[in-house]
């Protein structure tokens, strides 16, 4: 993740030079230069900037439902990942578990 410190949910500010009046033209280029490739390690460093920096509300079902978002930063789409003989890696199901009432979600 050190590789990535340099990333932000807010707007960049022009550190190149000041002779140059350098402006954001679209949100979200705070984030400029996460990986959006399907290997695990940028899924890991996706959801690791998406944990970090997503907001939740207090109640188990906003946190619940904001972890599935989480986690569906990195969905893995059939067809995109051939692990050969026909087969592709894809997301089947996510899930989490609330081990202090014994509640168990999921999606699929």
């Known amino acids: 993740l050190n590789n990535y410190m340099n990333l932000s949910p807010k707007s960049p500010e022009n550190h190149f ?8 033209y679209s949100r979200g280029m705070g984030a400029l230069g996460l990986p959006g490739d399907l290997s695990s390690q940028s899924r890991f460093v996706r959801v690791a900037f998406t944990k970090m920096n997503s907001i939740s509300g207090s109640s188990e079902s906003e946190s619940v439902s904001q ?3 989480i986690l ?8 995109c990942c051939d692990v050969g003989n026909g087969k592709y890696e894809i997301t089947i ?3 989490c578990c609330n081990a202090n009432k014994g509640i168990y979600y999921y999606t699929t």
């Open 17 to 24: 030079s000041d002779k140059l009046p350098l402006y954001c």
């Open 67 to 69: 972890f599935f978002h």
């Open 72 to 79: 569906g930063s990195v969905d893995q789409q059939r067809g």
């Open 93 to 95: 199901y996510t899930s």
